[in-house]
Antibody
């Protein structure tokens, strides 16, 4: 059974860098798009970006200048770095596995989510 | 970016009711749309992918339909565990975008 688990600091100061890691267990990291999604408290879901197992990345244009996703296949982990954070980046951050093999496109496995608060 | 218009934003229903949620997209997306259910404090859960394909393990009272720019999620007979927020997601092009959510409550 595939499981994803986010980890990282729950509190980040304004202007600093948010860093999160997602550990994948119970399955291979190959052939999937490993994705970060966030949800501000009481609001909807926002796609941040993905890294493919080959290393290719793609980001939401709204965050592209500040976001970076990396992959460590030896540890079955992928990570998110978001620079120059503000209070608007306060959210629950989810990692998820995206299937993108025609004709199936979906997020079939999610982490439980981790709340990151940006505050001094 | 493709804009998603999901409606209603909330609805009141009772156990046994038939519930329909709609999602419109600002441009045609074939059938590259999924539906997700989210309960408070939990991650979203995949219900439907490719507009109408039921994810393994999801009860058959959930169904999806549509293509192009108009999609629906139907719960044929609402159960107590179905009270939650539902999101549509277009998986056609980047950036991937979610609907605003529909909260199904008593």
């Amino acid at each position: 059974q595939v499981q994803l688990q986010e980890s990282g600091p729950g509190l980040v100061k304004p202007s600093e860098t948010l860093s999160l890691t997602c550990t994948v267990s119970g399955g291979s990291i190959s052939d999937y798009y490993w994705t970060w999604i966030r949800q501000p408290p009481g609001k909807g879901l926002e796609w941040i970006g993905y890294i493919y197992y080959s290393g290719n990345t793609k980001y939401n244009p709204s965050l592209e200048s500040r976001a970076a996703i990396s992959l460590d296949t030896s540890k079955n982990q992928f990570s998110l770095k978001l620079t120059s954070v503000t209070a608007a980046d306060t959210a629950v951050y989810y990692c998820a596995r995206r299937v993108a093999t025609k004709p199936v496109y979906c997020f079939d496995h999610w982490g439980q989510g981790t709340l990151v608060t940006v505050s001094s | 970016a493709i804009q998603m218009t999901q409606s209603p934003s909330s609805l009141s229903a009772s156990v046994g009711d038939r519930v329909t949620i709609t999602c419109r997209t600002s441009q045609a997306i074939r059938d590259d749309l999924g539906w997700y259910q989210q309960k408070p404090g939990k991650a979203p859960k995949l219900l439907i992918y490719s507009s109408s394909s039921l994810q393994t393990g999801v009860p058959s009272r959930f169904s999806g339909s549509g293509s192009g720019t108009f999609f629906t999620l139907t719960i044929s007979s609402l159960q107590p565990e179905d009270f939650a927020t539902y999101y549509c997601l277009q998986d056609y092009n980047y950036p991937l975008t979610f609907g605003q959510g529909t909260k199904v409550e008593f």
